[in-house]
């Protein structure tokens, strides 16, 4: 979570910033009382499923010292998000975070703007519907700081499906289960341990979520298509 984001120059607010969504999304409320109209209506895809939504277009953000303009956002409730924490007014994608190049340091709690020489495994990464894909044992998995553990989507549970544990996002919730992995990229063991697994594949492409925590640092340079975990 950032605080110091300002929308149409209204502002500070308090947002999440995902690496995993191709998306800006703004409370409803919030947006109405900023005077955002909805200027588009589509269909908005998570891992759980799908439902339509409302957005506006047009939009600048500025988070200092970075600044964005032609910015849009889906109107949402954000109840997901709400249940872990109600001060969250919004959330910054990949249509905000993809003008920059960044790095993001969890445990040490920054988010840094700008390029950056930095050390630790340099890996090219692709694009897929506005998303990083980072490739790996496992296979193409996206770049989310917003997942906490490991997730695999098309992948059998070593136990079975445990409906007691669900995932849950904007769109919807799904049962998950877990299964023994090991994950290696470029050369490099990284992880090893049970994965969440999800039976369905709504995304050709995509074998699932990398979470940032299991690096120190994780920087991305856009400007060149690389990210670098140390």
């Not at 908005?44 to 032609?70: H, I, R």
């Not at 290696?184 to 074998?207: K, L, Y």
Request: hydrophobic share 40%; aromatic share 8%.
């Amino acid at each position: 979570m950032v605080d110091g984001v300002y929308v149409n120059g209204h502002g500070p607010y308090r947002f999440l910033v995902d690496t995993g969504t191709n998306v800006n999304l703004i409370e409803t409320g919030l947006a109405r009382k900023i005077g955002m109209n909805a200027t588009f209506k589509v269909d908005f895809a998570s891992a759980a499923g799908k439902t339509q939504m409302s957005g506006s277009d047009d939009n600048e953000v500025t988070l200092d010292p970075a600044k964005a303009d032609a910015q849009k956002f889906f109107f949402s409730g954000l109840e997901s998000i709400h249940n872990l924490n109600p001060d969250v007014q919004g959330v910054l994608g990949q249509w905000f975070l993809s003008r920059f190049d960044y790095s993001i340091d969890l445990r040490g709690k920054r988010l840094e703007f700008g390029k950056q020489e930095r050390n630790g495994t340099r890996v090219k990464f692709a694009m897929l519907n506005g998303r990083m894909l980072v490739p790996s044992s496992l296979g193409n998995l996206v770049l989310d700081s917003g997942a906490s553990r490991l997730v695999l989507f098309g992948v059998e549970s070593d136990g079975g499906v445990d409906n007691r544990g669900r995932v849950r996002t904007l769109t919807g919730s799904q049962a998950i289960g877990t299964a023994s992995r090991k994950l290696v990229i470029e050369a490099r063991n990284i992880w090893r341990g049970d994965a969440v697994t999800m039976q369905s594949r709504t995304e050709p492409g995509v074998a699932g979520l990398l979470p940032l925590g299991l690096f120190k640092v994780t920087y991305v340079c856009n400007s060149e298509g690389y990210v670098i975990f140390e």
